[in-house]
Structure formats: C-alpha cells, structure tokens
C-alpha cells in the first residue's frame, strides 16, 4: 500500500539469517498521548483503526486508559516477581520437590494430586484479618476486618495469627483435628523450604511453633470401640496368614 494515512509507516528490516521482513509502525507523538508500536503486514487494517482512533477526543481517552492499564499490570507483575507472595513459592516448591517424583505410576500420581489438592487449599483459604491493625493492641477493636487468601501473604508477613485465622477457618467447615495438624506439618516443610528457594529469606522465621495449640483440639474425631463378634478373629487371621 504506497497512500498510507498519516502516521502509518512501512518498515523493512533484516534478520540474523538474512530473512527480510516488513512491518506497519504506528507513531504519533503529542501532548499526553505517545504511540509508538508495530504491526505485522496482516495487521494493517487494525493500524489504520488505532490512528483514527487517535483523531476524536474520545478515541484519544480510550487509548490513554487503556495505556494507563496495561502500565498498571505491568507494574503488578513487576513488584509480584519483586517481591511474590507465599503462593509464588508454594508453586516453586511443588514443581522442585514434589513434581519430579512423578515416576508415571498410579501410587505416585495419587500421592502427588493429593499434595496438590493440599497446595490449592493453602494458597486459596480466605483468613480474616484486621486491616492495619497490630493484632494485639486494644485499638484493634476500632480497626475493620478484611478477607484475604492465605496465599497472597508474603512469606515474612505470615504470623501465627495468619496460622490461627487458617485453622479457624477450617474448624468452622468441620475439618477434624487429624487434617489440621496435618496441614500445619506439610505448611511447616514448605515454609522451611523458603531459604533454600531464595536466599532473602535465608533467616526467615517459622511461626507454626508459637500457634495457639488449643485450636488442634477442636473438631476431635471420636474413637468407637470395637469388638469382634465370633467368628471375625479366626476369617482375619486366616486373612492375614
């Protein structure tokens, strides 16, 4: 195309191995609005729609908003590898130590799908926390409380409140003492594995041993006693033999 609107470009460029390519180049520069961006030759027809886009006030707002937020998730995801939360190494965790076990068999993908199982429900409880609150000071009872999941809690943010919160939330759903001691032991090897998978954290420290230990006792499961009737003892032990 030789009549290209104005502010439309063709440009030819080589490659490394010699290949020849072309591509349309957007650029307008003015007041509160730069655009500078590439399309392919296929692309022409959303260029041609950008600049005209460009030529209303409205059109112009559109593009400065959708600007703004495409800046915006840019830097979310720049300050989440900055600084991840806990989830991010619950993850890392999982595919450094748990996944490479897999060795294709049906007994260790059952084992790894129930650690999975178990990462989901770490990363994804929602805790109640009271927002900018000391957790402890008499002022706390002015502060409002807010949801959050417990993955989204930098690892040295993690407390034993946070820990607390985690098991009354479960408590509340009925989950036995057994699982909740069972997800504090698997909670306690992931979170001693953070030193090792970045090095910031080389001094971090665990809170799961200053938890309020009362909160393991809820929800006991009720031992039944059991008596064999005549007969039961001697079909196990034939069983067993």
Known sequence: ?????????????????????????????????????????????????????????????????????????????????????????????????????????????????????????????????LEGSSQGSILDLLNPKKTIKFGDLKPYEIKPHHLNAFLKTHIKLGKKSETLRSYLSRFNVVFNKIKHLDLRFENLINPVLNIDKDLLNFNKSLKIPFRFKKGQFEELTQALE
């Open 1 to 129: 195309m030789t009549n290209l609107p104005q502010g439309i470009q063709l440009v030819t460029y080589t490659l490394k191995n010699g290949e020849v390519k072309q591509k349309y180049r957007v650029q307008i520069k003015r007041k509160n609005l730069n655009i500078n961006r590439l399309f392919d030759v296929e692309e022409l027809k959303e260029a041609i729609e950008l600049v005209n886009l460009t030529r209303s006030l409205t059109g112009t707002e559109k593009i400065l908003l959708i600007q703004k937020q495409q800046e915006e998730q840019k830097q979310i995801i720049e300050d989440y590898l900055k600084d991840p939360p806990f989830s991010f190494f619950v993850d890392k965790y999982f595919n450094e130590y748990i996944k490479p076990k897999f060795d294709g068999s049906e007994k260790t993908r059952i084992h790894i799908n129930a650690y999975k199982s178990f990462f989901n429900t770490l990363k994804n409880t929602e805790i109640e926390i």
